[in-house]
């Protein structure tokens, strides 16, 4: 199904993680490697093309994954002619495409290259959001910047790295005048310390800060 410019309807998917690297899956029997997508059947939406690819493709269910964002108009790309079959030449020029940003909320495990008879990849990786436009083939790239960048404002935030020993909302003894300085410091409520370690307060900054056990000296 062709436009009247003879590009053909299509979705392209990006997938993250939950750090927020993308899938990039290598085509079968080729070292061309790439995000998924596929062209839009006539009377599907979008976003059902979309969800029948990322079955056919990757193996993953709507449950799986959860929609951040899409863009919002098609973005075109044309095809060298030396990579469209010779009985189309002349018909088809390219693709326009929905880009999907998509969240995977399932494990890594339940991702699948041969959930069909026809697999699109026979390898995949996860890499940084950015790298892919260093890495696909070059009539593609334009496309790839566009989707990466209009969608780029779309990531979650990763989850902060929590330090399960050291709290960032501890006061300074200088923000309590009824805490002597010389007192015994305590540990506050709710801060696990290491298995023998003290609670001190750092000479530097008079803050209280968690310090591992003293180990004896050599």
Not at 40 to 67: C, F, K, N, S, W
Not at 72 to 86: A, G, K
Not at 168 to 176: I, N, S, V
Request: charged share 30%; hydrophobic share 35%.
């Amino acid at each position: 199904m062709l436009d009247r410019e003879g590009f053909r309807p299509n979705v392209g998917i990006i997938l993250l993680n939950q750090r927020n690297q993308v899938f990039w899956g290598k085509r079968v029997r080729s070292h061309s490697w790439q995000f998924p997508q596929g062209g839009i059947d006539r009377g599907e939406t979008p976003e059902q093309a979309m969800y029948r690819e990322l079955h056919e493709e990757v193996g993953l269910m709507p449950e799986h994954v959860g929609i951040v964002a899409r863009t919002r108009d098609w973005l075109r790309y044309e095809v060298p002619d030396r990579f469209i079959r010779r009985d189309a030449r002349g018909h088809y020029k390219g693709q326009k495409q929905i880009w999907f940003l998509l969240r995977l909320l399932a494990q890594d495990w339940n991702l699948n290259l041969r959930a069909t008879d026809h697999p699109e990849f026979d390898a995949w990786r996860w890499h940084d959001y950015w790298v892919p436009l260093d890495v696909v083939v070059e009539f593609k790239r334009g496309v790839y910047e566009l989707a990466l960048t209009e969608l780029a404002r779309h990531l979650p935030r990763p989850p902060p790295q929590r330090n399960r020993f050291l709290r960032t909302d501890l006061r300074c003894d200088a923000d309590r005048p009824d805490q002597p300085s010389h007192a015994p410091v305590s540990a506050p409520h709710g801060l696990e310390l290491p298995p023998g370690g003290s609670f001190d307060p750092d000479p530097n900054t008079d803050c209280r800060v968690a310090s591992a056990p003293r180990q004896p000296a050599s």
